[in-house]
Structures are given as structure tokens and as C-alpha cells.
């Protein structure tokens, strides 16, 4: 089993920035494709962010595309949300995952293991 556990969330304002950690913790980390979902009140959770196992290849969703930047470190164990230019529609509980299957998909699910979720909110 893999744990994961999320970190960085928090209240900012729009146009301003955080950073998302998931640390992971259990089977080998490089072994996993990761991503990042989110689930704002009322939605149902959706793909933000997805990362293939070695880091070279990454995937978003549009409406984070160049205010995003998904990063991992699989000496540290560890993958990252960078967010940029935040915006209330922003606002939601961010969940990380894990995904041992043959391709990095947007599909939830796919994913075999999941964090607590992190909760960012977004002012306007």
C-alpha cells in the first residue's frame, strides 16, 4: 500500500500563489504515475494535474493550463501542485493520487490510492 498525505493548503487571495506537497509514504514511489484532483462544494471531484513516473511527461486540465505546475521528487518521495494566479473558482479540497496502472489517466477511477485532501479557498 502507498499512504499519502497533503499539506500546503490554505486561504489567498485571487492572483496569489501556494504550494501543494503530497508525501508518500509505503511502496516504492517511482513505481506510480501521480495526480492531483480537487472537489469544490456541490462538484464532483475532477483531474487537475497528472505526472508519469519519471517526471518527463505531465498532463492538465485547461483550466489550470499555464497557471499550474505539477513536479515530483522521487528521491524525496514527494509530488507538488505549484499554483499560480489563483482564482476563486480555485476554491476546493485538493486530493492527491496514486496509480500503478500502464498510463497516466485522467479517469479517478484509475487510482488506487488517495490523500485526506488539502482544503484551498480562494478570495475574491
Known amino acids: 500500500q502507498v499512504q499519502l498525505v497533503e499539506s500546503g493548503g490554505g486561504l489567498v487571495q485571487a492572483g496569489g500563489s501556494l504550494r501543494l506537497s503530497c508525501a508518500a509514504s509505503?511502496?516504492?514511489?517511482?513505481?506510480?504515475?501521480m495526480a492531483w484532483f480537487r472537489q469544490a462544494p456541490g462538484k464532483e471531484r475532477e483531474f487537475v494535474a497528472g505526472?508519469?513516473?519519471?517526471?518527463?511527461?505531465?498532463y492538465y486540465t485547461d483550466s489550470v493550463k499555464g497557471r499550474f505546475t505539477i513536479s515530483r521528487d522521487n528521491a524525496k518521495n514527494t509530488v507538488y501542485l505549484q499554483m499560480s494566479s489563483l482564482k476563486p473558482e480555485d476554491t476546493a479540497v485538493y486530493y492527491c493520487?496514486?496509480?500503478?496502472?500502464?498510463?497516466?489517466?485522467?479517469?479517478?477511477?484509475?487510482?488506487?490510492?488517495w490523500g485526506q485532501g488539502t482544503q484551498v479557498t480562494v478570495s475574491s
Open positions: 493520487a496514486a496509480d500503478l496502472g500502464l498510463a497516466l489517466t485522467m479517469t479517478i477511477t484509475s487510482y488506487d490510492y
Open positions: 509505503g511502496r516504492t514511489f517511482s513505481n506510480y504515475h
Open positions: 505526472i508519469t513516473r519519471s517526471g518527463r511527461t505531465t
